[in-house]
């Protein structure tokens, strides 16, 4: 499978501990991004990097979280000191190069967290 | 008021019926427009693109009214399998970053 791999599936972790979550995009994709979904909502945008560059952050990225992607290719997302709040499934995405307004953005299957 | 907004729904339609989802989205300078379907706890996965002529993918037709901002999609010859959420997702060339509505979900019955 060459899609958009993630992990782990589902974390539950308790209030307070630290969690990691790791994406691997499609290969030779330049872009990836994190986005956060919660229940009843649609994916809301965290950041994006294009290689190991973080262009773009969301407000909604508070300084708990941290993400990474060191050597261009897989990606990291840290979560400190949970909270009950960060209860989500939290998508990886992945686009090639941008060339253009129109280039997919093909999604990973997701890391659900529970923060109990 | 969000920036992309949607009729949470849910929709339910027998099989064979035609059912139409609609979008608004607030921000004019929004540069290209999709729906995505996403099946109960997967990922988002693209149906289509949406453009300003209009587009069909078989059962599917896109359209997109700039000048309202508005952005729609027409189901016809629902299947069961058409059950799922239908998102509309809007691409303001911010750097690619994709702005989803919340979602409408479908729910086609026998």
């Known amino acids: 499978d060459t899609g958009v791999s993630q992990d782990p599936r589902h974390k539950i972790t308790k209030r307070g501990q630290n969690v990691t979550f790791r994406c691997d995009p499609i290969?030779?994709?330049?872009?990836l991004y994190w986005y956060r979904q919660t229940l009843g909502q649609g994916p809301e945008f965290l950041t994006y990097f294009q290689n190991e560059a973080q262009l773009e952050k969301s407000r909604l990225l508070s300084d708990r979280f941290s993400a990474e992607r060191p050597k261009g290719s897989f990606s990291t997302l840290e979560i400190q000191r949970t909270e009950q709040g960060d209860s989500a499934m939290y998508l990886c995405?992945?686009?090639?190069?941008?060339?253009?307004?129109?280039?997919?953005?093909?999604f990973g299957p997701g890391t659900r967290l529970t923060v109990l | 008021r969000k920036e992309v907004e949607q009729d949470p729904g849910p929709f339910n339609v027998p099989e064979g019926a035609t059912v139409a989802f609609n979008c608004t989205y607030s921000?004019?300078?929004?540069?290209?427009f999709f729906w995505y379907r996403q099946d109960c706890r997967k990922e988002p996965k693209l149906l289509m693109s949406?453009?300003?002529s209009g587009n069909e993918d078989g059962r599917f037709t896109a359209q997109l009214n700039r000048a309202s901002q508005y952005i729609s999609l027409l189901i016809r010859d629902s299947k069961l399998s058409d059950s799922a959420t239908y998102l509309c997702v809007v691409n303001n060339n911010a750097g690619n970053m994709l702005t989803f509505g919340g979602g409408t979900r479908l729910m086609v019955k026998p």
């Open positions: 995405a992945s686009s090639p190069t941008w060339s253009g307004v129109e280039d997919t953005q093909y």
């Open positions: 921000n004019s300078a929004s540069q290209s």
């Open positions: 949406v453009y300003s």
């Open positions: 290969s030779e994709h330049n872009r």
